[in-house]
T-cell receptor, first 111, second 114 residues
């Protein structure tokens, strides 16, 4: 059973467009992380959100943690080809370190 | 500072064989976690080691085992390989073992079981 549902599964957009990807669950997470993975590489951590309602910005990327800590979103403004990759969300459901992962959103930004 | 290294990068085995994968964490990192990544299941947690002790274990059969050495390097072993074990195996290291410690991933070992 996949506890974290990511949508959309695939996204292909033109350079300069904005986009939002979602990470949803019926479970409450103590913290949630977003990663980007490029072909042939391991995931790279982008951000960790801990507090319900928290918003974090990383240049053109804006991350939001839902008030109930069950969902999160990633918004990219003016996407660039360098943003291409697999975006993964992952969360901790307790104080252990067993990360629960979504299947990811595969983003392609075309020049 | 060198990143997490995994060897080998690619591996082809046949059903019934066993395989050992190696992970060298970032210098100074004491925690190593292993994950299996497949297109259908995504990343799934295998186990975590901290200071040579297994701290957490995922829901994988006993064919999957691991260990950590005193220099924090880690190995995972899969015995009696099955076709479904074909996957990208990722190792991640972190300084400590707290839930908010940043994990740094290696490039993975891609295992193909024929």
């Amino acid at each position: 059973t996949q506890l974290l549902e990511q949508s959309p599964q695939f996204l292909s957009i033109q350079e300069g467009e904005n986009l939002t990807v979602y990470c949803n669950s019926s479970s409450v997470f103590s913290s949630l992380q977003w990663y980007r993975q490029e072909p042939g590489e391991g995931p790279v951590l982008l951000v960790t959100v801990v507090t319900g309602g928290e918003v974090k910005k990383l240049k053109r990327l804006t991350f939001q943690f839902g008030d109930a800590r069950k969902d999160s979103s990633l918004h990219i403004t003016a996407a660039q080809p360098g943003d291409t990759g697999l975006y993964l969300c992952a969360g901790f459901t307790g104080n252990n370190r067993k990360l629960i992962w979504g299947l990811g959103t595969s983003l392609a930004v075309n020049p | 500072k060198a990143g997490v290294t995994q060897t080998p990068r690619y591996l082809i085995k046949t059903r019934g064989q066993q395989v050992t994968l190696s992970c060298s964490p970032i210098s100074g990192h004491r925690s190593v976690s292993w994950y299996q990544q497949t297109p259908g299941q995504g990343l799934q947690f295998l186990f975590e080691y901290f200071s040579e002790t297994q701290r957490n274990k995922g829901n994988f059969p006993g064919r999957f085992s691991g260990r950590q050495f005193s220099n924090s390097r880690s190995e995972m072993n899969v015995s009696t390989l099955e076709l479904g074990d074909s996957a990208l195996y990722l190792c991640a290291s972190s300084l400590g073992a707290g839930p908010l410690e940043t994990q740094y991933f290696g490039p993975g070992t891609r295992l193909l079981v024929l």
